[in-house]
């Protein structure tokens, strides 16, 4: 067994790990990442699709070249339109912006992966493929990292090993919060040149030609995104295979209906109880310390900014201000992403009767169509300062 002096590791070479490396790279520091899987062993699905400015533009601050070609690799929408019955109630259109100035980028995860590991190269960040994290013992000066193959020495451990963290487990944390009752269907599918996709990502509440479920669409570059809400007496499975009996109606006509990746939910709603160990050793990142509904896409964009601060934290030593902040973003992350999750499901006759209103009243007033078309992803200030998420 073999023991290797390393300033910082990261466990996992997932997006939040692969942007924790490359920030701690851009403030100087050495850096290790051990990932668990083979370097070209396939990433689970599709999943994060959408990449805000903020996240842009922290990455693009460590590594100029990598905010381009996140944002040449992605698109921006064309427009943002609401249905409520079948019946437009809001629209808003993005005009082209610089690549400096994207307000955001819609690709698939894998891509974004791909250009990180390029950019970790770049920065010098090593990554050991095959080297799946078993043991961490945090000490007041410093923590130990095992692997089958070695133990590693370092001031501190950044855990971006995931929704099931090893990392969290060996340092006696816990995950705590609600999952939703409601299963939600997400299927990608692949771009057909001879029949384009629509460009604007369109959000229909009670859509008809889905026998009234709410329906969402989101276009990226390769494909468009169908999010489908199952009702409580859907079976999921069963909604997913009859999708050669549904799908044609929300596609172009002719469009030949490639599914690239499907998949079905109830989504979690969790936040580590502390995202640090006893001895501030040991940081937690990414789904490794927390996991929301995707309505906001809070999952891997909270996951970035818990990765600059990570690399803020052990640069100047202050663990402890880690743990404050992102364990507070992680609470008001939750709470925008619940209030999406309850907008969406409507379980009270209330907000049910208020939706409709809304809809009634849109055609009048743009206040009411701008509620329906922006509650379904929960509120946008989740009161962390200087952070969206
Ligand atoms: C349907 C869906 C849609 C989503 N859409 C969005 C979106 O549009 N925008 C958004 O911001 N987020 C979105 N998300 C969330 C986003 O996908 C996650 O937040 C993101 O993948 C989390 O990244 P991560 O690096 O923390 O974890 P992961 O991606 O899970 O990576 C963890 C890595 O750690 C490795 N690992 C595991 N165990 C060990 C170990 N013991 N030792 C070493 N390595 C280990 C794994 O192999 C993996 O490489 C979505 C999620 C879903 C399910």
Do not use: K
């Not at 690549?99 to 974004?112: E, H, I, K, T, W």
């Not at 604007?200 to 889905?210: G, L």
């Not at 939910?265 to 502390?274: E, G, L």
């Amino acid at each position: 067994m073999s023991t290797t002096p390393t300033n910082v590791l990261v466990a996992g070479a997932g997006p939040v790990g692969l942007a924790t490396a490359l920030l701690l790279r851009a403030r100087g520091l050495p850096v290790t990442v051990l990932e668990a899987a083979a370097e070209r062993a396939p990433r689970p699905g599709s999943r994060a699709i959408f990449l805000h400015r903020q996240s842009l533009a922290t990455l693009a601050a460590a590594d100029p070249a990598l905010g381009a070609e996140l944002v040449r690799n992605g698109l921006v929408w064309g427009a943002r339109c609401t249905y409520f019955a079948g019946r437009e109630v809001h629209r808003r259109t993005y005009t082209p912006a610089p690549a400096d100035r994207a307000p955001f980028s819609s690709l698939p995860q894998p891509v974004m992966e791909e250009l990180l590991r390029a950019a970790c190269r770049r920065a010098g960040a090593g990554i050991r493929w095959n080297a799946p994290v078993t043991g961490v013992e945090p000490a007041p000066d410093g923590v130990l990292v095992r692997t089958p193959d070695a133990v590693y020495r370092a001031a501190y451990a950044v855990g971006c090993d995931g929704a099931r963290s090893a990392v969290r487990r060996a340092v006696g944390v816990g995950l705590r919060g609600p999952r939703s009752p409601y299963a939600f269907l997400v299927l990608d599918v692949a771009d057909d040149p001879a029949h384009p996709l629509p460009l604007d990502r369109a959000f229909h509440y009670r859509d008809p030609r889905m026998d009234a479920r709410n329906v969402l669409t989101v276009p990226f570059r390769g494909g468009l995104r169908v999010d489908v809400q199952c009702r409580p007496d859907d079976d999921p499975d069963a909604l997913g295979a009859a999708a050669d009996d549904w799908l044609p109606g929300l596609l172009p006509a002719g469009h030949a209906r490639t599914v690239t990746w499907s998949s079905h939910y109830r989504f979690q709603q969790v936040v580590a109880d502390a995202l640090t160990d006893a001895h501030g050793r040991v940081l937690l990142a990414g789904e490794a310390g927390h996991l929301f509904a995707p309505f906001g896409a809070r999952g891997l964009n909270s996951g970035i900014a818990d990765a600059a601060a990570a690399a803020a934290a052990a640069a100047t030593g202050d663990v402890s201000g880690y743990a404050a902040a992102r364990h507070r973003a992680a609470v008001l992350n939750r709470r925008a992403a619940g209030r999406a999750l309850a907008h969406l499901t409507a379980t009270g006759p209330w907000h049910r009767a208020a939706q409709r209103l809304a809809a009634a009243a849109a055609p009048r007033s743009r206040r009411a169509g701008r509620w329906l078309d922006s509650a379904p992803y929960g509120p946008r200030d989740a009161g962390i300062p200087g952070s969206r998420y």
